[in-house]
């Protein structure tokens, strides 16, 4: 038993090494016959895991309607029962067909009962969960009704949580660029950019400050908190440098970055809440500062001009990025030639720092994220009492990830 045992791991462990794309999954369909993902390849997929018996079980609904809204248009939809959370798929595969179509006249393709986690997990989901299968979106799945949304070229694009609905403009928004060509994706990334992501390389992405949470970024203690002034001097700012503050708020690091670089320097301020640019501005004007450049920037794009600065600061806000693969391709081009970006973020390792865990970093992770981004590390500094400080420099343009990386 144990040699059997041992035999069907190496097995499973060779499919999951020999599959260099999705599309090597094959499944038994809801009514027994052999299918593949092979079938779909060029169209763009989103697979759920399903139940009957859950609180979320009306999401059936919401597919339904993403099956009729765009099947047509090339998505296909796949639903894979599961009992591995909370007993709540009990049943046979022909009593969850006759369920879902007498309760949501379910239209979409249905696969057999599977297992999704664990040792007895289907390949797919152990190729679909795995870091080094899918790393920009691996994580056990932890509930019925997670979604992953499978691009036209068999890449995993997005992931959705339980709790994000199928007819969510997440989800919506993320199957409409996927069905989108090259050529349209170009011109909808001036109008509406593309998709925001939920999650990235294994963590949550935090949600922004809101700007009524300015007063916070000022209060009296945070340079006993966060010795601010030694973060600064570690920049080796010199007169008549460009610099970019990106994820500004209210000015707080800008307006010591841009004292130090002086009257023939430039501080852009970049920020995508206006309202904490017009602080930062009547902060500014108050100082006498003239060399201050207001930028109310994108979700998706810094709107730097291009080699336009020789440092961009980013101070606990890369992890709040829906957008981090575009920002960060953006940020690349306005460097100037040995630009640096600087990255200051609170310490995962330190439990003692007083922060959510979504609103923190670990320095493997930063490394980690900005390295398959075309960044590499150049400098860390490890002596401030809650942050990482960590500078980078371009990599080589041959180890730059495809533009905006969302194929």
Known sequence: MFRLIIAFQLIGSALLCGAPSIYDFSFDSIDAKASSLK????????????????????????????????????????????????????????????????RYQVAFSMGSKVAVKGEDSHPLYRW???????????????????????????????????????????????????????????????????????????REIARTMHWQGAPWLMRKVREEEERTSEMIKQLKLKEGMAVADIGSGNGYHTLMMAKLIGGGGKAFAVDIQPEMLRMLESRAKKSGMENVVSVENRYWDADLPEKSVDLALMADVYHEFSHPEEMLASIRKALKPGGQVVLLEFRTEDPKVPIKPEHKMSKAQVIKEMTVNGFKLSRSYDELPWQHLLFFTVSPSESLPKAGNRS
Do not use: M
């Not at 691009?151 to 995993?156: A, L, M, Q």
């Not at 660029?177 to 939920?198: I, S």
């Open 128 to 202: 679909l969960t795995g870091e080094e299968t899918n790393p920009r979106f691996f994580g056990q799945v932890k509930w019925n009704f997670e979604k992953f949304l499978i691009g036209r070229d068999g890449k995993v694009l997005n992931r959705f949580r339980t709790r994000v609905s199928p007819t969510s403009e997440s989800v919506t928004g993320a199957i409409e660029w996927a069905l989108l060509d090259d050529e349209q994706r170009v011109a909808e990334y001036d109008r509406g950019g593309p998709p925001a992501l939920l999650e990235y390389y294994g």
């Open 39 to 102: 079938d779909y390849k060029g169209e763009v997929i989103l697979l759920v895991n399903v139940a009957s018996k859950c609180g979320y079980t009306g999401q059936y609904a919401g597919l339904q309607k993403l099956h009729e809204k765009y099947a047509g248009k090339g998505l296909r939809i796949v639903g894979f029962p599961c009992n591995d959370f909370g007993g709540q798929e009990p049943g046979t595969d022909a009593e969850i067909k006759a369920f879902c179509k007498a």
